[in-house]
C-alpha cells in the first residue's frame, strides 16, 4: 500500500512538473485532489479503520495531500508568472500614434493662446507665475492701491463670498491677475521677471465680456526700470505673437491705481474688404485713412504705494506691469467674432476653431501652426 501510494504521489507531482497549461494542472487537481479523486476517497477509508490504523494512517494520507496540494500551488504560480513574462514580451503599446478609430479632441483656442504667449515670453526671459483664483480683498484690490473706498473698486463687477476668510479679509472671484504681482513681490522679492496667466471673474456679459475670462499679467521689477522697457517689451512680443513685423502700437495715457502713469496699449489696423464686408487686418498707422486702432491691453510703470505694499523697496527698483485680454487676444488672431461661443462648448465651434493635439506652439515652428 504504502509504496504504490508513494508511487503514485511521485507520480502526479511528476506530471505536475510537466504539466504546462493551468487547465493541466487543474485537472491533475481534480483526479488527485477533488471530491472523487483518488487521495480523497483515500481520506474517506479512515472513517471505516479500527483508531489505531487511522492514527497511523492519517498522517500519512494528510501527508500526500498536503504535498500535493503545495506542488499544485507551486506549478500554478510559476505557469502565470511565465504567461505574465510572455505577455510583457509580446505586447507593446506606441503611446506616440494617433488612435485612428476615435474622434480627436481639439486644444481649445484660449489654451494655444495661453501656451503661445508662455513661450513667446520664456523666450525673453519671464518665468510663469500663479496666484489663487479664490482671492481676499487685500491682494486683489487693497495692496494694489485701491483703498475700502476706492472707486476704481466699483468698476471691477466683483463676485464676492458671503464669508470672510482668514485675517476676517472679505473673499472673492479675482477680477484680474494683477494679484499675482503681490504675491510674487512677497514671496520671490525683486528683481522679478515673470508673466502670470489664469482665469479671472466678474459679472459682466456680451459679445466681448463673459463673466469668467482669461487674462495674462506681466511683471518685471528691477533697477532703472522705465516706459522705454515696457514698449519694446510689448512690441517685441505682440508682433512675434501676430507674427507681423509692421505692427504699430499706440501708447494712449490711462488710468489704473496701481499703476503710475498708466498707459493703454492700442494696435494699429487696417479695413480690408472681405467676402462678408469689411475685415480689421493687424499692421499700419491707425491714423491713416482706412484704419483705425484696437485696444489690447492695460499697462504702466508699477505704482510705488504698490512695491511700499508688497516689501519692495520703491526707492531702489521701478518696474512695469501690463494685464492683457487672452479670450480677446484669441478673437484678434483667430477671427471669432462673439466671446461668449468661448465657453458654449459647442462642438461645431470647437472642431472649427480648436488646434490639433499635435500643434505645440513653438518659435521655430511658428508660433500659431495648426496641425
Ligand atoms: C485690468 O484688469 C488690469 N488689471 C490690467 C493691468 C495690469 C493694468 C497691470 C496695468 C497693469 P482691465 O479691466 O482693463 O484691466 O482688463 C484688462 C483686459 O482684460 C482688457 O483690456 C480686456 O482685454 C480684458 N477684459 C476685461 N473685461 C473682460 C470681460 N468681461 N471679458 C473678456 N475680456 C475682458
Request: glycine residues 10%; negative net charge.
Amino acid at each position: 500500500m504504502t509504496t504504490e501510494h508513494d508511487q503514485r504521489v511521485a507520480d502526479t507531482l511528476d506530471r505536475l512538473r510537466q504539466a504546462q497549461a493551468p487547465a493541466q494542472v487543474e485537472a491533475i487537481r481534480i483526479e488527485a485532489l477533488g471530491k472523487q479523486g483518488w487521495v480523497s476517497q483515500l481520506m474517506k477509508t479512515l472513517g471505516a479503520m479500527t483508531p489505531e490504523a487511522r492514527q497511523a494512517e492519517a498522517p500519512r494520507i494528510q501527508g500526500m495531500r498536503t504535498r500535493i496540494a503545495a506542488a499544485i500551488e507551486e506549478r500554478k504560480e510559476a505557469l502565470e508568472a511565465e504567461a505574465l513574462e510572455r505577455r510583457l514580451a509580446a505586447e507593446h503599446l506606441d503611446l506616440t500614434l494617433p488612435a485612428p478609430e476615435q474622434p480627436l479632441g481639439t486644444v481649445h483656442p484660449v489654451s494655444q493662446v495661453m501656451d503661445e504667449l508662455a513661450e513667446i515670453f520664456a523666450d525673453l526671459g519671464f518665468t510663469v507665475a500663479s496666484g489663487p483664483e479664490i482671492e481676499d480683498d487685500w491682494h486683489n484690490f487693497t495692496a494694489l492701491n485701491m483703498a475700502e473706498t476706492h472707486p476704481a473698486r466699483a468698476m471691477h463687477d466683483t463676485f464676492y463670498f458671503p464669508d470672510t476668510g482668514p485675517r476676517g479679509r472679505r473673499m472673492l472671484l479675482r477680477t484680474h491677475t494683477s494679484p499675482v504681482q503681490i504675491r510674487a513681490m512677497m514671496e520671490q522679492g525683486a528683481p522679478l521677471r515673470l508673466i502670470a496667466p489664469g482665469r479671472v471673474y466678474r459679472s459682466d456679459s456680451d459679445a466681448t465680456h463673459t463673466p469668467m475670462f482669461h487674462q495674462v499679467e506681466g511683471l518685471v521689477i528691477d533697477r532703472g526700470i522705465h516706459l522705454g522697457h515696457l514698449k519694446w517689451t510689448l512690441e517685441t512680443f505682440l508682433r512675434a505673437f501676430f507674427e507681423r513685423n509692421d505692427l504699430v502700437l499706440r501708447l494712449r495715457p490711462s488710468y489704473f491705481p496701481f499703476t503710475e502713469p498708466s498707459v493703454e496699449v492700442d494696435v494699429g489696423f487696417a479695413l480690408e474688404d472681405g467676402p462678408r464686408g469689411p475685415v480689421r487686418v493687424l499692421g499700419g498707422d491707425g491714423d491713416a485713412p482706412g484704419h483705425g486702432w484696437m485696444e489690447l491691453l492695460g499697462s504702466g510703470m508699477v505704482n510705488r504705494r504698490v512695491l511700499e505694499s508688497a516689501g519692495v523697496d520703491p526707492d531702489v527698483y521701478q518696474g512695469f506691469a501690463f494685464g492683457l485680454g487672452v479670450d480677446r487676444l484669441a478673437m484678434l488672431k483667430y477671427g471669432m467674432d462673439d466671446l461668449r461661443a468661448f465657453f458654449d462648448g459647442d462642438l461645431r465651434w470647437l472642431r472649427h476653431y480648436g488646434f490639433g493635439p499635435f500643434a505645440q506652439p513653438s518659435l521655430s515652428a511658428g508660433i500659431g501652426a495648426r496641425a
